[in-house]
């Protein structure tokens, strides 16, 4: 493999605690009680709009979710970085491929200032060539735009690209470039990896090296 394209949340960072408290400082500014834990990382994947409206409910009128969401991307963009950190192994496993010469890159429905914010705070802006998020082009994952714009940028083909991922959007959205697709076990949403399964699945990043060659 030439070009590895990474998720973020739940694949190379924890930022389970800094979305939950960027969420419920949404809802509890609008005077709405808390959400659980496990209750918001289980709506992470599709995109901060996605999430809000989840988080506000399916019967929520647009102009509600909409508020909810301004509030949830100013509290967020301002506090990015409290909790998250790498998960365990990403940040040699990301050395290494980018030691050895691999197109690296990250690919995610966070938005895509935010998604910039974390990057650059977690030093690893030199290691991938392009970071884009949900609305960094006219369509998100799990189309396969963002893939097929980074196998365009980097001249290398489907068959020596990989998409690394912690969910079923990750997935989806390599079957949909036709790429290959690697799960992580550890992520937020490792349940959905059984009913749309990857090529292959790892507990820990440094075990991706071996698809280095």
């Known amino acids: 493999m030439q070009l590895f394209i990474f998720d973020l ?12 408290a960027a969420v419920n400082a949404a809802r509890d500014q609008m005077g709405l009680p808390g959400l659980a834990t496990e ?3 289980s709506y992470v994947g599709n995109g901060a709009p996605v999430l809000m409206q989840k988080a506000m409910g399916a019967d929520a009128p647009a102009e509600l979710v909409a508020e909810a969401l301004r509030r949830f991307l100013d509290y ?7 909790h998250t950190k790498l998960y365990p192994g990403v940040r040699e496993a990301l050395d290494e491929l980018h030691a050895c010469g ?3 890159a990250v690919l995610t429905n966070k938005p895509e200032v935010i998604t910039h914010q974390i990057v650059e705070g977690l030093n690893l802006k030199n290691h991938f060539f392009r970071s884009y998020g949900g609305d960094s082009m006219a369509e998100r994952k799990p189309h396969p735009m ?7 940028e980097s001249g290398i ?5 990989l998409m690394v991922g912690d969910s079923y959007v990750d997935i989806r959205t390599a079957r949909n470039a036709g790429v290959g697709a690697c799960g992580v076990t550890y992520g937020f949403q490792p349940e ?5 399964a990857p090529d292959f699945l790892i507990d820990d990043m ?6 280095a060659g």
């Open 9 to 20: 949340d739940g694949t190379l960072i924890d930022s389970k605690l800094d979305i939950v």
């Open 39 to 41: 209750t918001i990382a």
């Open 76 to 82: 967020y963009h301002a506090n990015p970085l409290v």
């Open 102 to 104: 691999k197109a690296l």
């Open 146 to 152: 963002g893939i097929e714009k980074l196998m365009a």
């Open 157 to 161: 083909g489907a068959t020596d690209t």
């Open 192 to 196: 959905s990896l059984i009913t749309d």
């Open 206 to 211: 440094r075990e991706l090296l071996a698809h």
